[in-house]
């Protein structure tokens, strides 16, 4: 999955849901080092500007 963070620079990001993600979905994730603490599924509007 691309990802984008907050200081806009594209990085790869690999983490593992319980749910099934349709494509096209947005998630923020909150990652520590390489392991994701936390994630929220957010709309479109909400992603940084790239």
Do not use: D
């Given at each position: 999955m691309?990802?984008?963070?907050?200081?806009?620079?594209t990085k790869r990001v690999v983490f593992t849901t319980s749910t099934p993600l349709d494509h096209g979905t947005y998630v923020r994730v909150l990652a520590?080092?390489?392991?994701?603490e936390e994630y929220e599924?957010?709309?479109?509007?909400?992603?940084?500007?790239?």
């Open positions: 691309q990802g984008v963070t907050e200081g806009n620079e520590k080092g390489t392991f994701a599924f957010i709309k479109e509007e909400h992603m940084p500007v790239h």
